[in-house]
């Protein structure tokens, strides 16, 4: 059988033949007749069988008869990785070369408004991966309703990732009438319960039972401890005739320590994870495939769908979780008849993992060693051990390596007790033997003694020597004088601070106004001061019931007291102006009064009739 007897038109046949291809592989001679029919199709076949072209084909015969329009694809294929999605389009141009037909490339990592470009002008299918697809759909650059053909690839992997709720909800985007074709390399039963909800009345396609590995690959399994596996894998690249090969591990963080260790150890090697660059990640890829760089260190978003030509070896540097992904990573070698090699590092804690990879395959392992290494055994109880082997003795755990370590305190009893036996077994020594043989002894001990004792005094603890905090303590009990605190003053708090400064006049220009005053208004101020020593009482009663009588008295002892009493008045007079002041019923009517008193004070004769006037105008 060859591709002209599948029903393909002569424009996809002869960008068939100038691809190098004649004979269909056995998924496309069954998938690729009934797409045409328009059947829902179920595919499951292992990798490497050429699952793209059976999709990739009859869709560009069916899309050829028809026109895109502007933002309304008419078909969408969906991939779990950015670069499963670029192989894909670069597929969908070999195979449409002689096709008008337009592609739009949506994945994460590259520019959206370019992508928005291509989509406004119409695109005939769409190649994307579901989160960029959604965010999309949601900016309003897209319109689904016209979508008649839906494919999802690698459903397993899709499951893997967590895309299938992301998957649901681009499906209810979708018509109801469509065509679905559902391809996985294993078909579990929950990508099983997920092909019903989304086909209807599927073909299915089992090529191969799921998860067999191919014949032309040669599997090896070394255990050993984890610190010897990057040596082991060093000696396998220089042992093996590697001429381009996959290094998998099952973290990024891994991903990164282990490309860092191999190019320091001279080795051609690139990395690939998700954390990276879109535009890293395909820089190095291609850098991969034309043969620039030997080794690629990746994580699992390597190991669905990339295809690489003649691939000699697949190393995977950690066993994976899933024993599913054992099955893509070494797919990655022995493609299109190939032979190819696939080694796995394991610890004896990978005991379990490795027993789910033998039964899914249906094969054992078979187990090899390496000189220079030694050969562990697999724990299939799943216990992590605790004791592990180093190249390199720990210090840290061997305590007998180290000296002992404890508190200055027992260090100090303990000096104590070994000096005494020693004492006492060396007395008769100390009198037989000479000075000159007795000097270097006690030295060491009056050396050992000192030390004890100056360790003491710093603080009882080694890490108190390096502690800075206590550095400055230790100079700050210096009996050293400290300039500016203590009994010396600065000078420039000594110096006087000048009125002006304060917003106060100068005591001389307050003194000469207040004698001034003082002689010109006696008579005022000698009222004032009899007016503030008198109880507080309404001035109209006084007036009333006080006989004029006695207002001469009053103002005869006004004009016989001294002058000297001015300033008593003035002191006098203060609290009385204080209290009015905080009165809380009485009003602020005092400045008035005052002056009229000093006016009529000053034009008043000094005579005994001219005293009552005050009352009146207080009044």
């Known amino acids: 059988m060859n591709f002209a007897d599948l029903g393909l038109s002569e424009d996809i046949l002869k960008a068939v033949s100038d691809a190098g291809y004649d004979t269909p592989t056995p998924i496309q001679a069954q998938a690729i007749p009934s797409v045409l029919m328009a059947r829902d199709i179920l595919g499951c076949a292992q990798t490497g069988t050429g ?35 670029t192989q894909v389009a670069a597929n969908f141009d070999t195979y449409g070369k ?100 989304f086909l209807s009345n599927p073909k299915e396609i089992t090529v191969s039972p799921p998860s067999t590995m191919a014949t032309t690959v040669e599997h090896k399994l070394l255990v050993m401890d984890d610190f010897d596996k990057r040596d082991a894998l ?41 954390d990276l660059a879109q535009s890293e990640r395909t820089e190095t890829l291609a850098k991969f495939k034309s043969g620039d760089i030997t080794l690629l260190v990746c994580s699992d978003v ?53 027993a789910a990879i033998n039964k899914t395959i249906n094969m054992d392992i078979p187990l090899t060693e390496i000189d220079g290494i030694e050969t562990l055994e697999l724990d299939f109880t799943g216990k992590k051990r605790r004791n592990k082997k180093s190249r390199k003795p720990n210090s840290r755990d ?60 710093r603080g009882n603890n080694r890490n108190d020597r390096n502690n800075r905090n206590n550095r400055r303590d230790r100079d700050d009990r210096d009996d050293k004088p400290v300039i500016g605190f203590g009994d010396h003053v600065p000078s420039f708090l000594l110096t006087e601070v000048p009125a002006s400064s304060l917003g106060k006049k100068p005591e001389a220009e307050e003194e000469a106004p207040k004698k001034a005053t ?22 109209r009663k006084k007036a009333d019931e006080a006989p004029a009588e006695d207002a001469a008295p009053v103002a005869a002892e006004a004009t016989e007291a001294p002058v000297e009493t001015a300033s008593e008045a003035t002191s006098e007079a203060a609290p009385a102006k204080e209290v009015k002041k905080r009165a809380p019923r ?30 009146e105008s207080e009044s």
């Open 98 to 197: 002689y096709i008008s037909l337009s592609k739009a490339l949506i994945i994460g990592g590259e520019s959206a408004a370019e992508q928005s470009k291509v989509l406004e002008k119409g695109a005939d299918v769409i190649i994307a991966t579901p989160g960029r697809l959604i965010d999309t759909f949601e900016r309003g650059k897209l319109l689904l309703s016209d979508c008649k053909l839906l494919v999802i690839d690698e459903a397993d992997r899709m499951l893997d990732m967590g895309f299938i709720p992301d998957i649901e909800k681009i499906v209810k985007m979708l018509p109801t009438q469509r065509q679905t074709l559902f391809f996985s390399a294993t078909m579990p039963k929950e990508i099983k319960r997920l092909a019903d909800k």
């Open 586 to 615: 009485r009003p602020r009517k005092k400045a008035a009064p005052k002056a009229e008193a000093a006016e009529t004070a000053e034009s008043a004769p000094e005579s005994n009739e001219a005293a009552p006037a005050p009352a």
């Open 518 to 539: 003082a002689s010109k208004r006696k008579p005022a101020e000698k009222w004032k001061s009899t007016a503030a020593k008198k109880p507080r009482r309404s001035p």
């Open 398 to 457: 061997d305590k007998s390596a180290r000296p002992a370590r404890s508190d200055n305190k027992s260090d100090k009893k303990d000096t104590a007790e070994t000096s005494k036996p020693a004492q006492a077994e060396a007395q008769p020594q100390k009198e037989a033997a000479d000075s000159t043989s007795k000097a270097p002894a006690r030295d060491a001990r009056n050396n050992d003694r000192n030390n004890n004792d100056r360790n003491n005094d």
């Open 234 to 274: 060093r000696q396998l690249i220089r042992s093996e005739n590697v001429k381009n090969a996959f290094v998998f591990c099952n973290r990024k963080k891994d991903v990164d320590i282990l490309y860092k260790s191999l190019t320091k150890h001279g080795f051609n090697a690139g990395r690939m994870h998700g």
């Open 302 to 354: 390597a190991a669905r769908g990339i295809d690489v030509s003649d691939v000699s070896h697949v190393f995977n540097f950690d066993v994976p979780f899933n024993a599913e992904d054992y099955v893509h990573r070494t797919g990655r070698t022995g493609r299109a008849g190939r032979d190819g090699k696939a080694f796995t590092l394991a610890v004896p804690e990978d005991g379990k993992l490795v």
């Open 51 to 85: 699952k793209t072209a059976s999709f990739t084909l009859p869709m560009l015969d069916i899309l050829h008869h028809g026109r895109a329009r502007m933002r309304m694809p008419r078909s969408i294929i969906l991939e779990p990785t950015r670069e499963l999605a």
